[in-house]
């Protein structure tokens, strides 16, 4: 199982944009990069996927460069209700396997007014 | 509506005893996971089942146990040979899809020990 690493918190303000960056060296080519956002008190929410180069969805975009040793989710114009806890997983899904769902310690998102 | 649903949403527990969290999804998906989270921390994997009638131990699966008799059921025991249990715990289920893994998460039970 590949291994992420991520910061541990970061502090934005109303209306910028935000990137968190992911590190993932031994990812495999089987392998997808998830993020998922979580609210306290609540079970973690998927925000977006992707496996190379952009993905774009309504709420997100994930840039993967070429050698997919790392990725970055965008949010932009953050506002206060994104603050919550953003985690970057990496799996490979075996179909008809045991699939692990590794979730690390994910990145703390503090979004001030 | 399809969902994953945990129930209780609050548990008390006293030392010693055994205690089950339920897990049930309508989404017809094959694969369920449980998770635990400490106050400030990530979430843990305690164990996974791909099919009916198995099931994985995750990475802190000692203390626990669960059973998998149907596809939609996914129930975890918190025996009393877990010393501390007291945590936030979370079901997820997977659809079968190979790739695209989108997780649901159920709202989570809070149990305590008193």
């Known amino acids: 199982l590949a291994k992420t690493t991520q910061p541990i918190s970061m502090d934005s303000y109303e209306g910028q944009e935000v990137n968190i960056t992911c590190s993932h060296n031994n990812i495999a080519t089987n392998d997808y990069i998830t993020w998922y956002q979580q609210f306290p008190s609540q079970g973690p929410r998927f925000i977006i996927q992707?496996?190379?180069t952009k993905v774009t969805n309504e709420v997100a975009s994930l840039f993967i460069p070429a050698d997919r040793k790392s990725s970055t989710l965008s949010l932009p114009r953050v506002s206060l209700s994104d603050t919550a806890v953003y985690y970057c997983?990496?799996?490979?899904?075996?179909?008809?396997?045991?699939?692990?769902?590794?979730f690390g310690a994910g990145t703390r998102l503090a979004v001030h007014p | 509506d399809g969902g994953i649903t945990q129930s209780p949403k609050y548990l008390f527990r006293k030392e010693g005893q055994n205690v089950t969290l339920s897990c049930e999804q309508n989404?017809?998906?094959?694969?369920m996971y449980w998770y635990r989270q400490d106050p400030g921390q990530g979430l843990r994997l305690i164990y996974y089942s791909q099919i009916v009638n198995d099931f994985q131990k995750g990475d802190i699966a000692e203390g626990y146990s669960v059973s998998r008799e149907k596809k939609e059921s996914f129930p975890l025991t918190v025996t009393s040979a877990q010393k501390n249990p007291t945590a936030f715990y979370l079901c997820a289920s997977v659809p079968e899809t190979g790739g695209y893994t989108e997780a649901f998460f159920g709202q989570g039970t809070r149990l305590t020990v008193v």
């Open positions: 997983l990496v799996v490979t899904w075996f179909s008809g396997g045991y699939n692990k769902l590794i």
């Open positions: 992707g496996y190379k």
């Open positions: 989404l017809n998906h094959d694969a």
